[in-house]
């Protein structure tokens, strides 16, 4: 039988002016890693044959739902802060994403805050989306070496 847990996963940012956890007050949306473009470019040729090109970036945006009360928007917005007055402490963060019972582990580099996230006060207090550019990402998925 297999099962999942968000309980199961950490995530953590590591970069000029913080390292800490990421996960706590997370929204129901959770965290989602997405590839900015394929890996493949596939040409046809006409006579029918195909060329594969690969694409060398491993670049992907990270984007961390939290409720509009999470400690953490304070913690990412003062990183942001730091990292934005110069461009020396730019794109220096490292977000890394596990999940032990899977065996999962994913870890972003060279990641860049994108911008302010968008704020709305409301009847209900909602969700705050930050996002991250990450220049390179490596992935692990069910290794097998899942810890219970």
């Known amino acids: ?5 968000f309980a199961d ?3 953590v940012i590591d970069g000029e002016g913080g390292n800490f956890s990421i996960k706590e007050g997370a929204a129901d949306e ?3 890693i997405e590839p900015v473009g394929d890996r493949n470019v596939m040409t ?7 060329m594969h090109s690969l694409a060398a970036s491993t670049a992907s945006t990270v984007t961390l739902r939290l409720l509009k009360t999470s400690p953490v928007n304070r913690q990412l917005m003062t990183m942001y802060n730091h990292q934005t007055a110069s461009a020396a402490r730019h794109g220096t963060n490292t977000i890394t994403v596990s999940d032990p019972a899977r065996g999962d582990l994913v870890t972003v580099s060279k990641a860049a805050f994108k911008k302010v996230p968008p704020l ?5 207090g909602g969700t705050v989306e930050w996002v991250f550019d990450g220049g390179e990402t490596t992935y692990v998925l ?7």
């Open 120 to 124: 709305t006060y409301a009847k209900e």
């Open 1 to 5: 039988m297999s099962s999942y847990s």
């Open 9 to 11: 996963v950490t995530a």
């Open 142 to 148: 069910g290794s097998g070496a899942a810890q219970a």
């Open 30 to 32: 959770g965290i989602s």
């Open 44 to 50: 046809p040729g006409a006579d029918g044959a195909v």
